[in-house]
């Protein structure tokens, strides 16, 4: 399971860095089809079936959040250096 949950964290943060919200929302979708039927399949109750299906969720969402971050960190960074060279070369 922590593999699973190291994989979902770095897609995640894939998708933040490379895509806007309607692909997250996408693969939420897909993740949430996928996690039930990967909770029915191990025998999961009701409660620990919604909280597998919960915890996969949160961890796409706060990695896909910290790949948002990254990505306007970087985008201003570059744009302030672009900016800079341009009043350096006046």
Same mark, same amino acid.
């Given at each position: /399971?922590?593999?699973?949950?190291?994989?979902? @964290?770095?897609?995640?943060?894939?998708?933040? /860095?490379?895509?806007?919200?309607?692909?997250?929302?996408?693969?939420?979708?897909?993740?949430?089809?996928?996690?039930?039927?990967? $909770?029915?399949?191990?025998?999961?109750?009701?409660?620990?079936?919604?909280? @597998?299906? /919960?915890?996969?969720? /949160?961890?796409?969402?706060?990695?896909?959040?910290?790949?948002?971050?990254?990505?306007?960190?970087? $985008?201003? @960074?570059?744009?302030?250096? $672009?900016?800079?060279?341009?009043?350096?070369?006046?």
């Amino acid at each position: /399971m922590t593999y699973a949950a190291v994989a979902l @964290a770095i897609l995640g943060f894939v998708f933040g /860095m490379a895509f806007r919200v309607r692909a997250l929302l996408w693969f939420l979708a897909l993740l949430l089809v996928v996690s039930v039927v990967f $909770s029915f399949v191990y025998g999961f109750g009701f409660l620990n079936a919604a909280l @597998a299906v /919960m915890a996969a969720q /949160m961890i796409v969402q706060g990695s896909y959040f910290g790949g948002l971050v990254v990505r306007a960190a970087l $985008s201003a @960074a570059l744009r302030e250096s $672009s900016v800079l060279r341009f009043w350096g070369s006046l």
